[in-house]
């Protein structure tokens, strides 16, 4: 071999390899990533069995219900759809009715979501970009203007 063709052997190699990496990194991003929807988007959405997603919407009034320990069953709502949803686990502090929230975990085959991780608002004046952007559309949520 000349030194040309070893020069060129390498730097193929090299971008074989960068290659494979490049290919592995964007499979494992896929594998993990947790589409947003709405109550109401979820009508058209084609959802795999035990696909992650994140819910998003407001926490329907009156349909908190504590259950044995740390499970609770509440409703997700657009103010088009709803969608009931239960959660095992420590719900944050500002987590009450008629706020914005994004539940992640996976739908059940009776329909119910099963939420692992659930985000309440943060304080007055924030709601989550998505669950804010998804309420705007539909013209439910409008943001408050402060002087």
Avoid at 24 to 30: H, I, Q
Avoid at 63 to 76: D, K, L, N, P, W
């Amino acid at each position: 071999m000349t030194r040309k063709q070893k020069r060129l052997s390498v730097i193929a190699g090299g971008l074989a390899f960068l290659g494979a990496a490049t290919g592995l990194t964007f499979y494992a991003l896929g594998q993990k990533a947790s589409y947003f929807y709405m109550p109401a988007d979820l009508t058209i959405a084609s959802l795999q069995p035990g696909q992650r997603i994140r819910l998003g919407g407001l926490v329907e009034k009156g349909t908190i219900e504590r259950g044995q320990g740390t499970t609770v069953a509440f409703s997700v709502t657009d103010n088009q759809k709803q969608v009931k949803v239960t959660y095992t686990g420590i719900l944050p502090d500002l987590f009450r009715e008629e706020q914005g929230v994004i539940t992640e975990g996976t739908f059940r085959p009776d329909g119910v979501f099963v939420a692992d991780s659930v985000l309440a608002k943060h304080d007055e004046n924030y709601m989550p970009k998505e669950v804010a952007d998804g309420l705007k559309s539909k013209g439910v949520w409008q943001e408050s203007k402060s002087d």
